[in-house]
């Protein structure tokens, strides 16, 4: 897939910036999986698309290496302060809402690609894991950091800001494509 063409898909999607990513900068730590299972967002073996469900940082390597190149997207946003929820909580509602467009997109095209997405999944109210299937297979991703990625790391290597200042607030996705 032309990269270029996607930066401008996800541009036009709504994201605030889209850029290149080189997949060789991708790190899978097991400090950010350590986050994960010290159950900071409350989500750690509760949900299909977190660890320890999601799968092992090895899994997510080998699926990053079978890609050559990607791009990262994100929404960028203003909040009063540190305490402004409602604001932080609109901005990643609208974040996931167009990473899942440009995704459904991207599936609607059969392209071969890995999502990675911010944050918890948030499609069902309840997660029917561990006891069913995941409900919404063709709708569910993985976060950057549950795959084991350092977010503001992963933007630092490919030349994309990551905080953008006081009172503002960032959302980062990433998607590797052939």
């Not at 900068?25 to 660890?51: G, I, Q």
């Not at 929820?85 to 095209?109: G, P, T, Y």
């Not at 890995?114 to 109210?125: N, S």
């Not at 905080?163 to 998607?175: E, F, K």
């Amino acid at each position: 897939m032309e990269i270029d063409a996607l930066i401008e898909e996800a541009l036009a999607t709504g994201f605030s910036h889209a850029a290149k990513l080189k997949t060789d900068t991708l790190r899978f730590l097991p400090e950010v999986r350590d986050m994960c299972s010290a159950d900071r967002c409350h989500n750690y073996n509760k949900c299909w698309t977190c660890p320890p469900a999601c799968g092992t940082l090895e899994e997510f390597e080998a699926k990053a290496h079978q890609f050559q190149q990607g791009i990262i997207v994100q929404s960028v946003g203003r909040i009063e302060d540190s305490f402004d929820i409602e604001s932080m909580q609109a901005l990643e509602k609208q974040h996931s809402k167009n990473f899942e467009k440009l995704v459904l997109r991207l599936r609607s095209r059969s392209l071969n690609f890995l999502a990675l997405g911010a944050g918890g999944c948030t499609i069902c109210e309840t997660c029917s894991y561990p006891d069913e299937p995941c409900r919404f297979p063709d709708r569910a991703v993985t976060s950057m950091e549950a795959s084991g990625l350092w977010v503001s790391d992963v933007c630092e290597k490919n030349g994309v800001e990551y905080n953008y200042g006081p009172n503002r607030m960032a959302y980062t996705s990433c998607i590797l494509v052939d």
